[in-house]
């Protein structure tokens, strides 16, 4: 399991990709799709046809570093809608992407709302 400190930028492309990337091709889209920093610190996930495997890329002080996970029976609910970020990604707060990785459906999740800081740009 994954523990992310709320402070962390979690960006979703939305588009399913070809796992078989390694960092070098990953980095890539990064820099395609999102139009941001693959070295920034922040988290890149990205999703197979099936959404049953997720990547997520993110840089750590000397080098990139790569995450994976298959399911064995289900599929990850990723959220729809319009790209916030870049062509086809959105970004995530860490608690909903830790739900999204425990299974739960964030369209049917009800979220009291909240004071948010505006992002930066």
């Given at each position: 399991m994954l523990s992310?400190?709320?402070?962390?930028?979690?960006?979703?492309?939305?588009?399913?990709?070809?796992?078989?990337?390694?960092?070098?091709?990953?980095?890539?889209?990064?820099?395609?799709?999102?139009?941001?920093?693959?070295?920034?610190?922040?988290?890149?996930?990205?999703?197979?046809?099936?959404?049953?495997?997720?990547?997520?890329?993110?840089?750590?002080?000397?080098?990139?570093?790569?995450?994976?996970?298959?399911?064995?029976?289900?599929?990850?609910?990723?959220?729809?809608?319009?790209?916030?970020?870049?062509?086809?990604?959105?970004?995530?707060?860490?608690?909903?992407?830790?739900?999204l990785l425990d299974?739960?459906?964030?369209?049917?999740?009800?979220?009291?709302p909240r004071y948010?800081?505006?992002?930066?740009?």
């Amino acid at each position: 399991m994954l523990s992310l400190p709320p402070s962390v930028r979690i960006f979703v492309c939305l588009a399913p990709t070809d796992l078989r990337c390694g960092f070098d091709r990953l980095a890539h889209l990064v820099r395609q799709q999102f139009s941001g920093d693959p070295l920034a610190g922040h988290f890149f996930v990205f999703r197979n046809r099936r959404s049953d495997r997720l990547k997520l890329l993110y840089w750590d002080h000397g080098g990139f570093c790569l995450w994976y996970k298959r399911l064995e029976r289900g599929s990850f609910v990723f959220p729809t809608g319009p790209a916030t970020v870049g062509a086809q990604g959105i970004e995530m707060r860490s608690a909903d992407f830790a739900m999204l990785l425990d299974g739960v459906d964030l369209q049917s999740v009800r979220r009291r709302p909240r004071y948010q800081r505006p992002m930066p740009a």
